[in-house]
């Protein structure tokens, strides 16, 4: 069956070039790759799981920019299981993605089993489980972070998981529960010894949820603590912050989250970086252009109104940085349509002025 996203406004050609070099380019300019288990991604990028954020048309884009390895938001295991649609519609994909890691979150062995066999089924390149999430919602369920102050059931999971998933497997956690028990290398040796590929570490605790600083000494720890492929994930806030992360703490793999919500293109910048190239922020015609291609395909995805709505939260985010924003971040709220979101934009991207 054709994909809906292949057939929308702009044909299958993107807006904007950018697809990344193949894998022996990579090789020839140095940047370093990254293997789990058999999946071997062209390099080291990966841009986190993040609920509301990462859904296909924004996977689409960062893979555009060159990340190595896309995730979906975390999806319950436990709706999977029951064949909820609109869980399962989380497992929608794109060969343009590819590879795709999908990440699934509960409590319950079998249930996480079950619903690895559906992702996998479904067609992803990955599974990964979730065990950082600090949200209420997730850990009052006995799911996400929680799961880091019982050992005991990490192991069950990941061996119940690793028994039903054929394809490479990692997990995702935090330095620890809280300060007080900060048992990352505990965790993630379990982790390991139960068969997991990688392992992704999230450089806070769960109790301090998204502030304070990451302490990627975190990351160093586990990585020499460790045989698998070390993630590490917090506070890339610059280009150039990944480069020291990977110098600091010698991780295998860096993933990007709110960074790259904002400026999706700083997979390129970071690319760029490694070649030891300049890395510029894009000028304002390539804004202009990532916000049309995104629009399209949002909406091949859901239609004009639906792609406006989600597109509004994205706009502020691009937007973010922008000299002389504050009448295009206060107009972002009139988008209903193309026609409303090309008005907008015409304002700002057209005035020199704004050029940075
Ligand atoms: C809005 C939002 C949604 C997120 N959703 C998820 C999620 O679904 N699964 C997950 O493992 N982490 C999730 N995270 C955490 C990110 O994956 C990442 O670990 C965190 O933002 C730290 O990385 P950063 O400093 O690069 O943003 C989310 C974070 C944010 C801000």
Avoid at 241 to 247: F, G, H, I, Q, R
Avoid at 254 to 274: D, T, Y
Avoid at 280 to 285: A, D, Q, V, Y
């Amino acid at each position: 069956m054709p994909c809906a996203l292949c057939h929308v406004r702009g044909g299958n050609k993107p807006i904007i070039k950018m697809n990344t070099p193949p894998i022996e380019d990579n090789l020839e300019k140095n940047i370093p790759m990254l293997h789990i288990g058999s999946l071997r991604l062209e390099n080291h990028l990966i841009m986190a799981p993040m609920a509301g954020i990462t859904n296909l048309p924004f996977r689409m884009m960062v893979k555009r920019y060159g990340a190595g390895l896309v995730f979906t938001e975390m999806v319950s295991a436990m709706g999977l299981s029951l064949n909820q649609q609109k869980t399962l519609a989380y497992l929608k994909s794109h060969p343009q993605e590819k590879p795709l890691a999908v990440q699934i979150f509960g409590n319950k062995p079998h249930v996480m089993a079950e619903a690895a066999k559906i992702a996998v089924d479904a067609g992803a390149n990955m599974v990964d489980i979730n065990m950082g999430c600090p949200v209420k919602k997730v850990v009052k369920t006995g799911a996400g972070a929680s799961l880091l102050k019982n050992p005991r059931l990490v192991s069950e999971i990941v061996l119940a998981v690793r028994k039903a998933c054929p394809i490479p497997l990692s997990v995702k956690i935090r330095s620890g529960w809280s300060p007080a028990a900060p048992n990352a290398l505990d965790i993630a040796h379990i982790i390991e010894d139960c068969g997991a590929d990688a392992v992704t570490l999230h450089a806070r605790f769960a109790s301090q949820g998204f502030s304070g600083q990451a302490d990627w000494s975190w990351i160093k720890r586990v990585k020499q603590h460790v045989g698998i492929p070390v993630i590490g994930n917090g506070d890339i806030l610059t280009p150039q912050n990944a480069l020291d992360m990977k110098t600091e703490t010698g991780c295998d793999g860096i993933m990007i989250g709110r960074s790259a919500a904002n400026h999706p293109w700083i997979f390129r910048q970071v690319l760029q970086l490694e070649k030891g190239l300049p890395a510029p922020e894009p000028g304002l015609s390539e804004r202009r252009s990532l916000i049309l291609e995104h629009f399209n395909l949002l909406s091949r995805a859901t239609g004009e109104k639906g792609a406006a709505l989600t597109m509004r939260g994205f706009l502020l985010r691009y937007a973010k940085g922008l000299p002389n924003s504050s009448r295009f971040r206060g107009n972002i709220a009139q988008v209903k349509d193309l026609q409303s979101l090309m008005t907008l934009m015409d304002d700002y991207f057209h005035d020199p002025e704004n050029e940075e």
